[in-house]
Nanobody, 125 residues
Framework: QVQLVESGGGLVQPGGSLTLSCVGS????????IAWYRQAPGKTRDVVAR???????DYIDSVKGRFGISRDNAKNTVLLQMNSLKPEDTAVYYC???????????????????WGQGTQVTVSS
């Protein structure tokens, strides 16, 4: 099972940028899809962006053109580059690893996959 650690969160002004990092342990990292989720206070935890083991990516509409997800399997790392940040992007951001054999099921099920501990992103002036 992959273990994940997120970093890179913080306080940023509207219009600013942050890069979140998700580092995994273990030799199976490259065989997992990785997704970034976020949870704002009082709201559900929802997927924001994802990258499969073959590098294909997908984003929710509200972050398309602003966020970019990428992976470096040699470093067991997935990055989430966030640009043009808005106050509504404020949330705790989590990454999750899902084995590709259950990729689509795992994305929609909080009980499947391996979660990181989360990192806070606050967009405020």
């Amino acid at each position: 099972q992959v273990q994940l650690v997120e970093s890179g969160g913080g306080l940023v002004q509207p219009g600013g940028s942050l890069t979140l990092s998700c580092v995994g342990s273990g030799t199976t990292f490259s065989r997992n899809g990785i997704a970034w989720y976020r949870q704002a206070p009082g709201k559900t935890r929802d997927v924001v962006a994802r990258v499969s083991s073959d590098g294909s990516t997908d984003y929710i509409d509200s972050v398309k053109g602003r966020f970019g997800i990428s992976r470096d399997n040699a470093k067991n790392t997935v990055l989430l580059q966030m640009n043009s940040l808005k106050p509504e992007d404020t949330a705790v951001y989590y990454c999750k690893a899902c084995p590709m054999v259950i990729w689509e099921i795992c994305i929609g099920n909080d009980r499947l996959g391996s979660w990181g501990q989360g990192t806070q992103v606050t967009v405020s002036s």
